[in-house]
């Protein structure tokens, strides 16, 4: 079987193929290509965006085999060029199965008429990740006009961030209307994908976590966590609610002297010159220094997986405050390490969090509610570790890797059966 998948973002596995520094994010591809790794009878091409021409690369190393397309595709509108250059991709390496990995950007579109093209499409699997066309409606929710029009440094308003995800999430709607193979996970991507068309194959297949959080054999304990501290995984984007928060870090700073709030992710935080922070990460700086928290927020930048687990087992919660989420894997990686959460009552998210036996949701814009949940898990130390091995069990098998690559090889089988050439 020959599977080939197109990528937004070069996993770790072929950084030194095209000597690019490795990236700490979309770990379920690398953790999915790793379960795969040992299929003697499936040969896995990766298709990656390039900027740099002289990275136009094909060819193989060791098991690794690559194929480059110009990122400049999800620039522009969908086109000619676009299509044939897949095209090319296709009748190069003759793939059996063409696997997309996210709908966000024009390039899964194209990608899909090519596959048409070239009589395909009926192989074509899209792995729904964020879903933009649904996301688009929350983008800049609770923010002030004043900040939605703001722009500094050369980089787009979060006005402009949501119309160009409104302009991206129309290819989005086409290419799950498209008739390919839809691999979704939530209740609410269920929801939102069918809501498109009454004929989307729909499919369910869970996501791999990145592979140190199953190797890590230590997990949370309330004796080691440091009481009254809180992790956040990201919050450098406006869906990621930070914003959403901030009023009640305050209160809590009040209510517990000893309270600190760690936030990784998004260089701009934690820059000095803010000539290097988007329009969204001044916002955040502003309301930092408006309820006069600085001094209970860390800002840890970008951390690689051994460090999120260590910052995870440090803490006292974990919180995902986002004001959308389809299945957030800082969520689950949360939960497979024990961590108790507290998490907004948004988008798929309910399915991952059974409330008040594997995580606690609120209200995303009710501060009460979050108080409520934050203090519970830091008052009550033994229902935080009943929640936390609640959350290792059903973690545990939700994110069990062999069934999840027996879910993906059923369907990529099932895919070649029904539609032989």
Not at 50 to 66: A, H, R
């Given at each position: ?29 690398s953790g999915m290509h790793r379960a795969l790794a040992d299929n003697s009878d499936m ?133 799950i209307k498209s008739g390919i193979t839809v691999l979704g996970r939530t209740s609410w ?121 260590k910052m995870f087992l440090e803490c006292n919660v974990f919180i995902c405050p986002s ?99």
């Open positions: 079987m020959r599977v080939l998948w197109i990528c937004k973002v070069i996993t770790p596995e072929y950084s030194d193929i095209y000597k690019v520094k490795k990236r700490h994010i979309e770990g379920w591809i040969d896995i091409a990766c298709c990656f965006s390039i900027i740099d021409e002289v990275k136009m690369i094909k060819g193989k190393s060791g098991k690794l085999t690559y194929y480059s397309y110009h990122s400049e595709i999800d620039t522009r509108e969908v086109d000619e060029e676009a299509i044939s250059e897949f095209c090319a991709i296709y009748e190069d390496y003759k793939p059996d199965i063409i696997h997309i990995w996210g709908s966000e950007y024009p390039h899964s579109y194209a990608a899909a008429l090519a596959a048409e093209r070239v009589g395909l499409l009926k192989r074509v699997v899209l792995h729904v990740q964020g879903l933009i066309s649904a996301i688009a409606p929350y983008y800049s929710l609770e923010i002030p006009d004043k900040w939605i029009d703001f722009s500094c440094n050369n980089i787009r308003s979060i006005r402009e961030e949501a119309s160009d995800l409104e302009r991206r999430g129309k290819y989005e709607i086409e290419l991507d269920k929801a939102y994908i069918e809501s498109l068309s009454s004929n989307v194959h729909y499919r369910l297949c869970d996501e791999i976590l990145r592979s140190d959080f199953y190797d890590n054999t230590d997990r949370w304990k309330i004796e080691r966590a440091r009481k009254h501290t809180a992790f956040i995984s990201q919050a450098y984007y406006p869906i990621k609610g930070l914003h959403f928060i901030l009023s009640s870090v305050a209160k809590l700073k009040q209510e517990y002297n000893d309270f600190h709030l760690f936030i990784s992710g998004g260089s701009g935080l934690i820059a000095e010159d803010s000539r290097k922070q988007s329009p969204y990460e001044q916002y955040i700086l502003s309301l930092i220094q408006k309820y006069k928290i600085e001094d209970v927020i860390t800002f840890t930048g970008t951390l690689d997986s051994m460090q999120m687990i004001t959308i989420e389809n299945s957030s894997n800082s969520i689950g990686e949360a939960q497979l390490l024990g961590v108790p959460v507290v998490a907004s009552y948004t988008g798929g998210t309910p399915d991952l969090i059974t409330h008040g036996e594997t995580g606690l949701m609120y209200q995303m814009d009710s501060d009460y509610m979050f108080m409520s949940c934050i203090k519970r898990v830091f008052d009550d130390d033994a229902f935080a570790t009943r929640m936390s091995v609640e959350e290792q069990r059903v973690a545990s098998e939700r994110y069990n890797r062999d069934r999840i690559k027996k879910q993906l090889l059923t369907i990529y089988e099932e895919l070649i059966e029904n539609n032989l050439a």
